[in-house]
């Protein structure tokens, strides 16, 4: 795999020196290539991911400007021809490791961990607050992302329901109904979101201990200012969570639909995994629920 990427990468950059190249095997959606140990090159494993990736770029180049950490920027990029194994972008490393939940668990200081939410939030708030009618990505309101959480209902039902025990079959829809039945739940305004706001896509510098990053913008769409703030609460747990919130403005509205949205999270890999023929992802996904 590695040859048939450097091939590539010399056809669209002749004048890239490679002179050492390693893979990383952490991408769900994209095949991560290092070149030379500070450049990072994504290639979509499927179509589906060639859109994401387009839509990513461009979300990446209108933001760059006002995020509050450091984001990857495309200084490398390939679209033609549009075809997995030939479409890709490539970017400077950004230094720091995944902020993982037992790295997070390991800071004992109170002032290191209040420094982090301070950093998570304002990311947020800086991104949920970008204007985005001059943003040329799909545009989501709230009856659009109704119509798209009933979609994931219906995908689970006809996909993974065969999969699971009755009593998670159950679990599931009374989870979905009432959240779809609850209008409270949908009276907010959307925003531009990352997506995947999680322990893996939040660079940490632990010399300097603070936040030093955030990657991987592939699920970045406009959408539920929760979904972010359901990706931390996955990750950091409800005390962490709480202490965001009490952060961001107007906060509370947002507690109770990011508890549904992570309640789907392991589903969401579970279909992915499924539609993908991934089934380490399928697997890690629906484990809990057989």
């Given at each position: 795999m590695k040859n048939i990427y450097e091939e590539r990468l010399k056809e669209a950059y002749p004048e890239l020196e490679i002179k050492h190249m390693e893979e990383n095997e952490i991408g769900q959606n994209n095949?991560?290539?290092?070149?030379?140990k500070d450049l990072i090159f994504r290639f979509p494993k499927y179509i589906e991911g060639i859109k994401k990736l387009e839509k990513?770029?461009?979300?990446?180049?209108?933001?760059?400007?006002?995020?509050?950490?450091?984001?990857?920027?495309?200084?490398?990029?390939?679209?033609?021809?549009?075809?997995?194994?030939?479409?890709?972008?490539?970017?400077?490393?950004?230094?720091?490791?995944?902020?993982w939940p037992s790295t997070m668990n390991s800071i004992n200081n109170e002032e290191v961990i209040q420094k982090i939410a301070s950093q998570l939030v304002q990311f947020l708030v800086n991104l949920h607050n970008h204007p985005i009618k001059d943003l040329e990505i799909e545009d989501q309101n709230v009856d659009d992302i109704r119509l798209s959480i009933e979609n994931l209902y219906a995908r689970i039902q006809s996909k993974l329901f065969p999969y699971m025990s009755l009593e998670s079959q159950l679990e599931v829809s009374r989870n979905f109904e009432n959240f779809l039945s609850n209008d409270k739940?949908?009276?907010?305004?959307?925003?531009?979101?990352?997506?995947?706001?999680?322990?893996?896509?939040?660079?940490?510098?632990?010399?300097?201990?603070?936040?030093?990053?955030?990657?991987?913008?592939?699920e970045t769409e406009i959408g539920?200012?929760?979904?972010?703030f359901a990706g931390l609460l996955a990750s950091y747990g409800e005390?962490?969570?709480?202490?965001?919130?009490?952060?961001?403005?107007e906060g509370s509205k947002v507690l109770e639909r990011l508890n549904f949205y992570k309640s789907t999270f392991a589903l969401q890999e579970a279909l992915h995994g499924i539609e993908n023929k991934d089934e380490v992802a399928f697997e890690n996904g629906i484990r809990t629920y057989r």
């Amino acid at each position: 795999m590695k040859n048939i990427y450097e091939e590539r990468l010399k056809e669209a950059y002749p004048e890239l020196e490679i002179k050492h190249m390693e893979e990383n095997e952490i991408g769900q959606n994209n095949d991560v290539i290092i070149i030379n140990k500070d450049l990072i090159f994504r290639f979509p494993k499927y179509i589906e991911g060639i859109k994401k990736l387009e839509k990513e770029t461009k979300v990446l180049d209108y933001i760059k400007d006002r995020a509050s950490l450091s984001i990857p920027f495309a200084q490398y990029r390939a679209f033609e021809p549009n075809e997995v194994g030939k479409v890709f972008t490539g970017y400077n490393l950004i230094e720091g490791k995944p902020l993982w939940p037992s790295t997070m668990n390991s800071i004992n200081n109170e002032e290191v961990i209040q420094k982090i939410a301070s950093q998570l939030v304002q990311f947020l708030v800086n991104l949920h607050n970008h204007p985005i009618k001059d943003l040329e990505i799909e545009d989501q309101n709230v009856d659009d992302i109704r119509l798209s959480i009933e979609n994931l209902y219906a995908r689970i039902q006809s996909k993974l329901f065969p999969y699971m025990s009755l009593e998670s079959q159950l679990e599931v829809s009374r989870n979905f109904e009432n959240f779809l039945s609850n209008d409270k739940f949908l009276g907010f305004d959307t925003v531009l979101i990352h997506g995947d706001f999680g322990a893996s896509n939040i660079l940490w510098d632990p010399k300097r201990e603070r936040v030093s990053g955030v990657i991987d913008f592939g699920e970045t769409e406009i959408g539920d200012p929760a979904y972010d703030f359901a990706g931390l609460l996955a990750s950091y747990g409800e005390s962490f969570i709480k202490r965001c919130l009490s952060l961001y403005p107007e906060g509370s509205k947002v507690l109770e639909r990011l508890n549904f949205y992570k309640s789907t999270f392991a589903l969401q890999e579970a279909l992915h995994g499924i539609e993908n023929k991934d089934e380490v992802a399928f697997e890690n996904g629906i484990r809990t629920y057989r």
